[in-house]
């Protein structure tokens, strides 16, 4: 699928990339990583979300990137229409993004 689908919401400091909009997380997860483009590393944390629950039906990915004091904070997660497994899709969503080999290789990826 090709970026012009997706919604790249800009704001001070953050950058957000959705499937629709208004953006809403009905599903999330959060972590730190080290700084690095924004915009780049939004898409590549997408696309591990979405390979990782796209068997939740309805499901539309959102990954939020904005600076803080220790680095980009990463919510990730998504709107879902129908009904949500929400404890299980948010484990999933969690373990995607605290793999180690993820992380490293988005972090290398937006640098």
Known sequence: MSRA??????EAG???VARRVPVRFDIAAETV???????????QVRQD???ALRWLR???PVVRVSDTAEGLHV??????????PVARAEAVLARVLADPDNRARWVRWAR
């Open 58 to 60: 309805g499901f539309a």
């Open 5 to 10: 689908r997706w919604h790249i919401l800009r």
């Open 33 to 43: 990583l080290p700084r690095a483009g924004k915009l780049r590393l939004a898409h």
């Open 75 to 84: 919510q990730a997660g998504g709107q879902v229409d129908g009904a949500i």
């Open 49 to 51: 979300i979405w390979r």
């Open 14 to 16: 953050a950058v957000c």
